[in-house]
């Protein structure tokens, strides 16, 4: 099987998504004193620390941040060879009432965001939910999911894959498209 | 990543050490949940689970039920005392008539020891051992080395001492396959008639002296004498067990040394640990309870990944 490569979004593009994306969180949220941004584990986490930054970098800002881990709920349990092993819930503050952001790297089917959802109803009633992703891969929905805040919109097949990459972890900022 | 390298859990003796760290590493997640609000997980929610106690229990079965529950498996309880076993029934036609009914995991408690193996042999399940006679306790001995981790950071070169009955114990063995797989230096204490004939072939001192075994551990894990199990006597009393291996504040005050002290349950006060030291901050008697649960429910859930 042979994998074929092709770069969506470099560094300064990201950069520049991620830039627009919290200018637009803080048209909505104002001063995001009832607002929480909340990462899906496990990569969703580091678009939520990019925004945190950016914020600060922007309007002095420090947003409270947590992460979900959506594994127990998820509904692919027992349907994949491998067994699903979590990642770490940080949530050390209430979403009671709060205005949460939820967000993710890549949105495809929204089984992942719908379990996170419903992870996220165990820790208490926020007073809204939103959804904010980096990359949208349209027309692939399997559930009646959108977000709100969206960084770039992509067209693929359903052989192919996206894969976002975060200098932390893979040495380097990127988007590509993967074939398989 | 892999999953565990056993379809049932048997024993500790044929885990891999990678399984009890992908054990302890999901059970991490299962302790956070369920300290939360709403302490349940949708996770097994198409799951049928039995629980068959061929033997008495309270915490065990309290624990596995729990564990399932919180993960929203069906759940179905059996015990010997009110079942057709009384009736002449042979345990594989027991468990095959409960698998009839759409049963998709076995916990099974038994006096026999090998009793899980032997039906892992036979029936189409997977099967938790949850004790099987003087053999092997799973659960215990992971929560037990889970509690260790949780209050010491770390298991690896530890000293743990066990003290009392390893003869009739099964959390003893377990105990000892799980820690020593974990890195952990391991003493018996206890009176000569109470050690198994080949202990040492484990790898395992004895220690028959208390107060020496409670200088050399970093943690003291006190068994229960278990006067069910002893058809004959294996010492002359009960207070000269006590005044020999009993724990008291004395002894512990005599060393001068901070120890973790454990204890499976269920506890006989004054015989082989004081009220004192086991309601004293050392203890950690109630947080290895709530560990058996998430424990329970770790293993459970790795096991029904491979149904």
């Keep these: ?180 | 990543m892999k999953g565990l390298s056993t379809k049932h859990l048997l024993g500790i003796e044929h885990l891999e050490k990678e399984d009890i760290d992908m054990i302890f590493q999901v059970a991490d997640n299962f302790k956070d949940i369920i300290n939360r609000p709403i302490k349940k997980v949708p996770t097994l929610r198409d799951i049928t689970i039995a629980n068959l106690f061929f033997e008495n229990s309270t915490r065990t079965k309290l624990s596995f039920e729990l564990a399932e529950k919180r993960l929203s498996a069906d759940v179905v309880n059996f015990s010997a005392a009110s079942s057709s076993v009384k009736k002449g029934e042979t345990l594989i036609d027991t468990v095959n008539n409960i698998l009839a009914m759409k049963v998709d995991m076995v916990v099974m408690r038994h006096p026999s020891p090998g009793a899980a193996e032997f039906l892992s042999k036979h029936i189409d399940s997977v099967i938790i051992n949850a004790g099987d006679g003087t053999h092997e306790h799973p659960t215990q001995a992971l929560l037990d080395a889970y509690s260790i981790r949780e209050k010491l950071g770390n298991v690896s070169g530890k000293k743990v001492v066990i003290v009392g009955d390893i003869l009739h114990s099964r959390v003893a063995l377990s105990n000892i396959h799980c820690l020593q797989k974990l890195g952990a230096e391991v003493k018996v204490c206890g009176p000569l008639t109470l050690m198994p004939k080949y202990i040492e072939s484990l790898g395992v001192k004895i220690e028959t002296n208390l107060k020496k075994a409670l200088e050399w551990c970093d943690v003291a894990n006190m068994l229960r004498i278990q006067h069910e199990r002893q058809e004959i006597k294996h010492f002359p009393s009960l207070k000269e067990y006590t005044l020999q291996y009993g724990l008291t504040q004395e002894i512990l005050d005599s060393i001068n040394k901070e120890l973790v002290i454990m204890h499976p349950g269920p506890i006989n006060r004054g015989v082989e640990i004081s009220s004192e030291i086991a309601d004293s901050d050392s203890a950690i008697i109630l947080d290895q309870v709530e560990n058996g649960v998430a424990i329970r429910m770790a293993v459970i859930y790795l096991l029904a990944g491979k149904i």
Aim: charged content about 30%; proline content about 3%.
């Design chain 1, 1 to 180: 099987m042979s994998l074929q490569e092709r770069e969506i979004l470099n560094k300064t593009e990201i950069n520049i998504l991620i830039s627009r994306l919290t200018r637009q969180l803080i048209e909505n949220h104002n001063l995001f004193q009832q607002s929480v941004l909340i990462g899906v584990q496990p990569r969703g986490i580091y678009v939520a620390n990019r925004l945190q930054e950016k914020l600060k970098e922007l309007s002095g800002i420090e947003v409270v941040t947590g992460s979900i881990d959506t594994t127990f709920f998820r509904d692919d349990f027992r349907r994949k060879d491998k067994p699903l092993l979590p990642s770490v819930t940080n949530l050390d503050f209430s979403i009671e009432d709060k205005k949460v952001i939820l967000i993710d790297d890549v949105l495809f089917s929204g089984r992942t965001v719908r379990a996170a959802m419903d992870a996220l109803l165990t820790y208490g009633r926020p007073s809204s939910i939103e959804l904010l992703v980096l990359v949208d891969r349209r027309f692939s929905r399997n559930l009646p999911i959108e977000a709100n805040y969206v960084g770039k919109y992509i067209d693929t097949l359903s052989n192919e894959r996206v894969e976002v990459m975060w200098q932390e972890i893979d040495g380097t900022d990127k988007v590509i498209l993967v074939k398989k």
